[in-house]
Each structure stands twice: as C-alpha cells, then as structure tokens.
C-alpha cells in the first residue's frame, strides 16, 4: 500500500514539473510583409511575407484571415510586421502593425 502511494506521488511530481514547459509555447515571431489586398467582405488579406517559422512557411504571398479591426488598419501597398498562427484550422493574422511603428 504504502509502495503505490509513493509511486502515485512520484508521478503526480513529474506530471506537475511539466506542465510550466506544456503551457510555454514559443510566442509566434513578427514577420515583415507587404499588405496586397484587403478583402474586408471576406474577412482576409493578402500579405507577400518573409518566412514564418512557426507555420513553417517559406516566403511567399498568402492570404489570411484577418479581424475586422486588424483590416482597417491597412491598405494595400503597406509594408508591416505581423504575427500569424493557425486558428481553428485556418491561417491567420493575430497581429500586425505599420513597420515603421514595429520594434
């Protein structure tokens, strides 16, 4: 009895050590772009990028969905920095701001 309980404790030790590491994943990194097209009826844009690392992505134009309140904030021909993650399934914008403004 007294053996079980301690392996129960020894794996309950283990399991709460690794949670902080399961919850850390690596924030998406900005990535330079240029703004081709804002198709805000659709809810997407149209972004010629550098490589994203997190999606695994070579550089490439690509649409992605964006927020509403992202799309107002470009036109096309703008130059910005942003980040981009797969939500439900779909590729999409999750930040983005004028490269002149970004760090």
């Keep these: 009895m007294k053996t079980n309980f301690l ?3 020894s794996a309950l030790a283990l399991t709460l050590c690794t949670l902080p590491a399961l919850a850390q994943d ?5 990535v330079a772009g240029e703004i081709r097209r804002v198709d805000a009826d659709a809810g997407k844009l149209t972004i010629r990028h550098q490589q994203i690392p997190n ?3 070579p550089p490439m134009t690509m649409v992605f969905k964006a927020a509403p309140a992202l799309l107002r904030q470009v036109h096309e021909g703008q130059k910005v920095r942003f980040t981009a993650a797969r939500v439900d399934g779909a590729l999409t914008v999750t930040s983005l701001a004028d490269q002149a403004d970004a760090p």
């Design 7 to 9: 392996r129960a404790l």
């Design 26 to 30: 690596d924030p998406a990194p900005q």
């Design 55 to 57: 999606l695994d992505m």
